[in-house]
């Protein structure tokens, strides 16, 4: 356990990680994905560091999942055996990039596709490079971002059109059910994570009927994975947050606060009738509401006196942010300046994009530093 005169000796704003609760989060995905016999598949935008990987990894994860093709490269670079870029990659150098970069490391490389477009896009870059690309078609299970809808009746000549390409292999379907962090509840998640479920069942049932068979059906995102009761039909999932938590599945009931391992320490530079004011603001915390615009959440952050992070119901909200300032809530309490708090954000996984290194935490108060080599991997 980290105490008060430690925290003190660590220069502030500075993004916390705690190894123990990392862990412990990192083997609960994994218990979940064992239990439901499942592939664990994580996705490594939340956190964007190798050591945080190689943990997944270690734990039994079959591979990553990534967004953007320069934080894809990251982890190919790296040495992860399997990588999913599950977003439309359409653009012929950014899959010459992957392609290359694949080979060179002999990864297994997964892309999705929604579009006759990026069909077209990967099928001429296989062509290129000589190779065979596993393509899995996303389908929208409501989040209306990207992804085919089950109704579309471009669906089945889409599948087609994988599978009966050289160059390509269609290796299955794909959804991210981000509408959940917008749930009211865990209750209001279980309904999400069933549609998302039965849509999937209903699309690979339609294309098994057109002869086209569907080896993986992949799902992810945290408060599914954390609620879901049923994974019938489902072959993998490819949770992200859940390595840190963060205020959306502590705000829908499916963790406790004390779950979560990323967390923001600040000090108090100033204060006046209504607010401390902290050294971390936008950019520290991000001006983000949670996940997806999806709602749900108000301020910046919960804000705890550092000497007293783990009582209950002692929270200050970070009612406002300017760049570099954060104005905390005094809800009656006399918090000196030069005192530190700790804030759990909104949304952790944009948190350290922002700031470069995680202070991390282990047994007895030691700490370490990680760098996060795939920050800001945006192209
Ligand atoms: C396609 C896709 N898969 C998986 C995830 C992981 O979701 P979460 O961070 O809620 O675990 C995301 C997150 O945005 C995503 O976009």
Known sequence: MTTPI????????????DYEQLLANIRLGQRIARQHGVAMRPHVKTHKCHEIA???????????????????????????????VAYPVVVSEKLDRLLSAAAARRTELR???????????????????????P???????????????????????????IEGESGLRFAGLLSHAGQAYGAKDADGVRAVAREECEILMRVRARLEKEGIPVPTVSVGSTPTVLASESYDGITEIRPGNYVFMDRTPIRLGLVPKSQAALTVLATIVSRNADYFIIDAGSKVLSSDLGAHSAGG??????AYPVGDYDAKGN???????????????R????????????????????VINLVGEYTVLKAGGDTEVWQVPARGRVR
């Open 315 to 329: 929270e200050l909200a970070v009612r406002k942010v300017s760049e570099e300032h954060g104005f905390v809530v």
């Open 331 to 350: 809800g009656g309490q006399d918090l000196p300046i030069g005192s530190q708090v700790r804030i759990i954000p909104n949304h952790s996984c944009v």
């Open 54 to 84: 190689c943990l997944q990894i270690a734990e039994g994860a079959v591979g990553i999942t990534a967004s953007k093709t320069d934080e894809a490269m990251e982890f190919i670079r790296l040495g992860i055996g399997s990588v999913t």
């Open 6 to 17: 430690q925290f003190a000796r660590i220069e502030t704003p500075a993004v916390l990680l």
């Open 135 to 161: 393509v899995l078609l996303k389908i929208d299970v409501g989040l209306h971002r990207c992804g085919v809808r089950e109704d579309d009746p471009g669906l089945v000549p889409l599948a087609r059109r």
């Open 111 to 133: 892309i999705v596709a929604d579009s006759r477009e990026g069909v077209d896009a990967i099928q001429a870059a296989a062509c290129r490079h000589g190779t065979v690309v």
């Open 297 to 302: 959440i108000a301020d910046y952050g919960l």
